[in-house]
């Protein structure tokens, strides 16, 4: 199994997402920001580095949000979402093909990866319960 972390980082009401780009697995669909935990990383390090990496941002890591499991085709992978956020630098396109900051509502307009559909089905009744 592959360990993946992913940072959810808010501003305001509206999240972060990031797609991925055209020529890698899973094509241009949405995902949170992240990757792969690389060894004698823990998660928390790889997360900072993948936010580095793919947007050429400082973040700080948090508490976990929720952790999933999901089995691709071609790989499974335990995910580890993190609320994230931002210490310096603005979001750039470094890898992803675009990014979006948008809210629980806007999320149904959005082909988000598989493993994310449980995340964003607990973000938006979290939301609309209003316990964060």
């Known amino acids: ?18 797609q991925r780009p055209a020529n890698k697995t899973r094509p241009l669909q949405w995902e949170f920001v992240g990757g792969k935990v690389e060894a004698g990383e823990t998660k928390e390090q790889a997360l900072v580095r993948e936010c580095k990496e793919e947007l ?15 089995e691709y085709p071609d790989i499974r992978v335990h995910l580890t979402l993190f609320h994230a956020v931002i210490l310096s630098g603005v979001p750039k396109l470094l890898e992803h ?7 629980t509502d806007e999320i149904p307009q ?3 990866c598989p493993a994310d ?9 979290l939301h609309q319960k209003n316990k964060f």
């Open 117 to 125: 559909v449980e995340i964003l089905e607990r973000l938006t009744k």
């Open 110 to 112: 959005y082909e988000f």
């Open 56 to 70: 050429g941002i400082t973040i700080q890591t948090g508490r976990v949000f929720c952790e999933v499991t999901h």
């Open 1 to 18: 199994m592959t360990e993946v972390v992913a940072a959810l980082i808010w501003e305001g009401d509206r999240f972060l997402i990031c």
């Open 97 to 103: 093909n675009d990014l979006r900051w948008i809210t």
